[in-house]
């Protein structure tokens, strides 16, 4: 793919973005349309983000959960930029503000802050002995494509699906403490609500077998690119939906509770 192509395609979903607009996949308009090219977009998305002053601050990794596959005809992961515009604590009146999103849905994640550069062949507890906290999240994710309908391609190239991280309260990893979490990540409960109704359940192993192998893919995924840069230090990383994705409306609360994992749950309202 031209780079002309590449830019063009990125200015279109940048546009989108953010702006409740709705465009036809571009998988259907260049059926030729290849993973690796949409990375080379992901890469030409955050030249423009930074140009307008965002900072790339982690990445998100999208379609870890294999029992959403079906849903959506995707049937691998995915993962986009995260950036200060788009990643924040919980809001002081706990309200998050969707309006601009097109479809948006909310989805309870794992999310790690890492504290030294990851690498290739690095074994689940020497990522681990790498993330300097770790932090229950809601992102919320946003189709610029009608109906939740598009290719892997279009995904990647949509900014991994990405509106909006929110990042609950962070557990400092101490060394002593390791262990403990290593078994707890993949085996930790979680419940979603809808003002105040559960409706769905979902556990760490949901996630490729739990959120540090969910980064483990990432980290390899990313040694093979050689148009966007491996995970360094510094960088938060969210790991994927633990249950299904639900799409959301003004007013509504959702909240969850954890079990397992020494992590609060998070309530946040709709707006």
């Not at 030249?47 to 959403?68: P, Q, V, Y």
């Not at 932090?135 to 190239?157: K, L, M, N, T, Y």
């Not at 993949?186 to 996630?207: M, Q, S, W, Y």
Request: glycine residues 12%; proline residues 6%.
């Amino acid at each position: 793919m031209r780079e002309e192509e590449t830019e063009s395609i990125a200015r279109e979903a940048l546009e989108s973005l953010g702006a409740g607009r709705q465009i036809e996949p571009f998988s259907i308009r260049r059926p030729s349309f290849t993973a690796r090219e949409a990375y080379r977009v992901t890469a030409a998305l955050r030249r423009l983000r930074e140009k307008d002053g965002a900072a790339s601050i982690g990445r998100k990794i999208g379609f870890t959960n294999r029992g959403i596959w079906p849903e959506y005809g995707i049937y691998e992961p995915i993962w986009g930029d995260v950036y200060d515009t788009t990643a924040s604590e919980v809001p002081a009146d706990g309200v998050i503000r969707v309006s601009h999103f097109s479809e948006p849905k909310i989805e309870p994640e794992i999310v790690f802050g890492l504290a030294d550069d990851l690498h290739p062949g690095m074994d689940e507890q020497a990522i681990l002995d790498a993330i300097a906290w770790v932090a229950h999240g809601f992102e919320i994710v946003q189709s610029i494509f009608p109906g939740w309908r598009f290719a892997i391609p279009d995904c990647i190239a949509g900014a991994g699906m990405h509106g909006a991280l929110i990042v609950g309260p962070r557990l400092a990893i101490r060394a002593g403490e390791r262990k403990a979490l290593l078994k707890a990540l993949p085996g930790f409960a979680i419940a979603l609500h809808r003002n105040g109704e559960e409706i769905d359940t979902g556990k760490g192993a949901n996630v490729l077998d739990g959120p540090l192998s969910a980064l483990k893919h990432l980290v390899g995924v990313l040694a093979s690119d050689d148009l966007n840069p491996p995970l360094r230090a510094g960088e938060l990383v969210t790991t994927g939906t633990l249950t299904r994705a639900f799409p959301v409306a003004a007013g509504e609360r959702w909240s969850t509770t954890l079990s397992g994992i020494d992590l609060p749950g998070l309530a946040v309202t709709i707006g």
